[in-house]
Every structure is written in C-alpha cells, then in structure tokens.
Nanobody
C-alpha cells in the first residue's frame, strides 16, 4: 500500500499562481510515476501532468507552458507549479502514484484538493 498526502490548493484570481505538493509513503518501488489529475464538476477525471522516476513527463495540452511538474525520487514527492491560472483550471486536483513493474501499474490516489480560479 502507498499513502499520499497532498498540500496546496485554494482560491486564486485569474492570472495567478498556485503550487500543489504531494508526498508518498509506504511500499514504493524504484520504478514509479507520480503526478496530478483533476476533475471539474460534471466532467471526467483527466490527466494534468505526470513524471516517472526515469524522468519521462506527460502534460495535458491545456496546461503546457503554464504548469510545471517536479519530482524528487529520493523523497518520493511531487509538486505542480501552476501559473497563469484561468477559470477553466477550477477542479479538484488528485495526486497520483503508480508502482511500475514492466507494463503493469499499481495505482493510488490522494484524497483531492480543491483549486478554484475566480475573481
């Protein structure tokens, strides 16, 4: 089992910035991935950004150039710096973790943190 503790989130005005952080603990494999997904009201959960222990990063097209993911493999933490936020970024953001063995993944989710972009 893996436990995830999220921090950050809150209310910010359009154009502002926020930083989300997540720490993983428990049974963590050397090969893993961490990142963030989000879910807006009435919509499906979607990828925001992920990064593997090997350094591969994936971003949603809607956040490229605005959001930056960073991962500390030694500390098992991941952060998401969100800049130039707009109301469409309003959602519950979930920390994501996966232990990876070959092509299989054991996935875990945080409890979610609300991000609201509004004037």
């Amino acid at each position: 089992q893996v436990q995830l503790v999220e921090s950050g989130g809150g209310l910010v005005q359009p154009g502002g910035s926020l930083r989300l952080s997540c720490a993983a603990s428990g049974s963590i494999f050397t090969t893993n991935a961490m990142g963030w997904y989000r879910q807006a009201p009435g919509k499906q959960r979607e990828l925001v950004a992920t990064k593997t222990s090997g350094g591969r990063m994936d971003y949603a097209d809607s956040v490229k150039g605005r959001f930056t993911i960073s991962k500390d493999n030694a500390k098992n933490t991941v952060s998401l710096q969100m800049n130039s936020l707009n109301p469409e970024d309003t959602a519950v953001y979930y920390c994501y973790f996966a232990n990876i063995v070959l092509v299989s993944r054991a996935e875990y989710w945080g409890q979610g943190t609300q991000v609201t972009v509004s004037s």
